[in-house]
């Protein structure tokens, strides 16, 4: 398929979207180099960071084609771009926690690397302005940001099963799956499609033999050699993958 | 029945607890007359206020026992006393809001005084070094302060139910039950009971007609009159209750 991309529509802290010329069901992500942290607090950027999640996303996505977890991802454009479906964001950021590390583990004073002894889904209200507060079910409700208890319970149950076929993906690829954040958007035809990305920006990886961390926490952290990280993420997919 | 006072057990903000003589499945209260808000920073009392948040307190266990809601309070002693069955204290507030204030306005920056479609309960973890934490029904089982998801259920409907009750109760009082803070335990016989107390400290009582706050919120806001409307919610249901 040939896409053309046309009017730019949002720019977000890592992504731009335009509209695909004569496809009103489909946006255009254009990956960019910024990184950013706690609520855009931080910000930095290094040279084809975008590049590199944009490979690291389409790689994920299409590994879990084969469960059939329906997501967004259509076609790859270039180095840096990708075509996908058009949903609704649901506007909640569903975390996944195997092992517990950073705001959770913070928050009831666990030490970082507390192995839990099953995944713990939890929600945050993605709103810049309030600062993605940690929400329970009920407060979703409440807010309206989820259509009903039956569609978080969809949610929880699509983030549980899309982390068993990670955990497995990055165990080949020597990487500990510690913690990751999904979104889910609603797709013209009612389906609820896994959307944004999966990259090292919105999980916690660590080297499975020496828990070295290769995600966003060596730029939260100021742990230097991101770029490295980012690349070897993608190499040990791209090793296990083809 | 006749109690006397054994030996000191423990000391809480608003109360000091003690064994019971010859009897293992009670303790015995004594409600003193400090205040705390925000995690105990801002500390105060006043006169009698044991006084009246104890005679509050049963005035209101005693009104929820004709709907068979099952709770600690078996008898008053003196002035500012009284004996409860002895439970393990579920270390969850169970907090009901039907009207958004406090803690929970302010985090979705909604105004003060919004009133929700239906009431919304919330658990907060209890552990003061932690600042009492918000947390979902999954991490209160990942933290194991309930026993099973069935139990949280259990806790959330009785909390439901209770404020039916206590809307009608303060209702004919002229207050408005905006929001409040329940506790339960379980007890020897496995039974889970309303426990803790519930006064203008673990309440937000608003004049159903000019909307004047009667409860702690003037201790936590500096509004003076502390006692005066403490004394007021004790008269106001004295004169329903008789």
Known sequence: ???????????????????????????????????????????????????INRNIASLIFNYLQQFQ????WVADIGEREMVVNKVNIIPLEVVVRNVLAGSTAKKFAFEEGTLLEKPLVEFFYKKDELGDPFVSDDQALMLKVASSQQQLNQLKAMALEINQYLIQLFDKASLKLV??????????????LLADEITPDSCRLWD?????????????RGLGNIRESYQGVLERLRSVLN
Do not use: C
């Open 1 to 51: 398929m040939n896409f053309e991309k046309s009017e730019f529509l949002y720019e977000g802290k890592a992504k731009r979207i335009f509209s695909v010329v004569g496809d009103s069901g489909k946006v255009w992500l254009e990956f960019k180099d910024d990184l950013t942290a706690f609520n855009a607090e931080k910000k930095g950027s290094f040279k084809d960071k975008g590049v």
């Open 69 to 72: 977890v329906p997501h967004h």
């Open 179 to 192: 913690d990751f954040k999904l979104e889910f958007g609603v797709a013209a035809d009612k389906k609820v």
């Open 208 to 220: 499975k033999e020496t828990n070295e961390k290769m995600d966003k926490d060596r730029f939260r």
